[in-house]
C-alpha cells in the first residue's frame, strides 16, 4: 500500500511537472535538443537534455530558455546552501554550483520553482565531432 493512501496526502508536484513538460520539450527542440525525463517527479523534475541537431544551441542558452517558460529562478554558482543529514542529526553546510559537473562531461542545474518544487535539468555536452556527408549528402541522422 502507497504512503499515498496511508497518509490521505497527495503530492501535486508531478501533476505540475507533467503540465510543464510539453512547453519545456517544445523550446529544447526548437533549440536542437532532446528532453527526456528520468527519475520519479516525487521531489523534484529530473530532466536530461541530450543534443540532437549539429545547430544545438550553448547549454547556458538552453537552461535560460527553460526557466524563463516555468518562472523559475536558478541560485547563483558559489551560494551558501547546506541540508539536513540524517545520518548526523545535523545540519551540513554546502555551496551550491549551478551548473554542477557531472560525469561524462553532463552539466546540472537547479530550477527552483518556489517552495520544494525544482527541475534538476542535466545537458548533456554537445560533441565537437561532425560527422562528414555521406552517399545522398547525408551525415548523421538529426531525426
Known amino acids: 500500500m502507497s504512503s499515498t493512501i496511508k497518509t490521505g496526502y497527495v503530492n501535486p508536484a508531478p501533476a505540475m511537472y507533467c503540465s510543464l513538460y510539453g512547453h519545456l520539450k517544445e523550446k529544447a527542440v526548437e533549440l536542437g535538443y532532446a528532453l527526456a525525463v528520468h527519475g520519479s517527479m516525487q521531489r523534484d523534475f529530473d530532466l536530461v537534455a541530450i543534443p540532437w541537431t549539429d545547430e544545438a544551441a550553448e547549454p547556458e542558452i538552453l ?3 527553460l526557466r524563463k517558460i516555468c518562472g523559475g ?13 540524517s545520518v548526523q542529526k545535523k545540519f ?3 555551496e551550491v554550483r549551478n551548473p554542477s559537473i557531472k560525469p561524462h562531461g553532463r552539466m546540472a542545474w537547479n530550477i527552483h520553482l518556489g517552495g520544494q ?11 565537437p565531432i561532425r560527422i562528414p556527408p555521406g552517399p545522398g549528402g547525408k551525415g548523421g541522422d538529426n531525426s
Open 63 to 65: 537552461v535560460e530558455a
Open 73 to 85: 529562478f536558478i541560485l547563483a554558482d558559489g551560494t551558501p546552501a547546506g541540508r539536513w543529514d
Open 92 to 94: 551540513v553546510g554546502a
Open 117 to 127: 518544487p525544482m527541475i534538476d535539468l542535466s545537458v548533456m555536452p554537445r560533441s
